[in-house]
Every structure is written in C-alpha cells, then in structure tokens.
C-alpha cells in the first residue's frame, strides 16, 4: 500500500532552520505531483508548497523566498526546506501526494510537528 513517510520536524529557534523529507513508497513517484502542507492549532489545513512531476513549484505567499521545495526521483523523496523560520510556521506539516496509476488518488502522510520558538 502507498505510504509517506515524513521526517526532520523538531524544534527552532526563530530565524533557524529546518529540513523535512518525504519518503513515499508503493506508488510511480516520477509521475506524481507532491506537495507540503500544515495546520496550527484551531487552524484549517493549508497548502505550503507544491512541487509538480515536471519540477514545476509553487508556494504559499507566507513562505516564498524562506522555504524551498524540492524532489529526488531517483530516491522517492520530496523535501522542504525551511529557512529563517518564524513562530506562525508552528504547525504539523504533511506530505502529500497527487497519483494517476492506475487511477486518481490524493495520499497523505501523517505528520511531523515544526515547532518554532525561542
């Protein structure tokens, strides 16, 4: 079965850093669109950054210029990585995955919590 495995979440300090890895499995990763995700406390999920199987990338306007997304085909790995964190960036973040064989489905990790403070 599909599986997203997320990794590297912690504790930072504001203005440190963070890298998160997204390790999927059981799925054509080459062809799938991935993305990160989080929700604070009491807050909606919302879309951080997305990442298509072209290469083409796309982030939320609360992280642009702070956090790159990125992807390794050849290791099944989506990363995040998140530069001068900041308190509001507090939040579990997900990974998500958009696949297309052998039909349409939306697969979702269980979380890493990000906690940012001083």
């Known amino acids: 079965q599909v599986q997203l495995e997320e990794s590297g979440g912690g504790l930072a300090q504001p203005g440190g850093r963070l890298k998160l890895s997204c390790a999927a499995s059981?799925?054509?990763?080459?062809?799938?669109?991935m993305g990160w995700y989080r929700q604070g406390p009491g807050k909606q999920r919302d879309l951080v950054a997305t990442?298509?199987?072209?290469?083409?990338?796309n982030y939320a306007d609360s992280v642009k210029g702070r956090f790159t997304i990125s992807r390794d085909n050849a290791k099944n790995t989506v990363y995040l990585q998140m530069n001068s964190l900041k308190p509001e960036d507090t939040a579990v973040y997900f990974c998500n995955a958009e696949t297309w064989y052998p039909a349409s489905r939306i697969h979702w990790g269980q979380g890493t919590q990000v906690t940012v403070s001083s």
């Open positions: 059981a799925i054509i990763f080459s062809t799938s669109n």
């Open positions: 990442i298509t199987a072209g290469g083409t990338t």
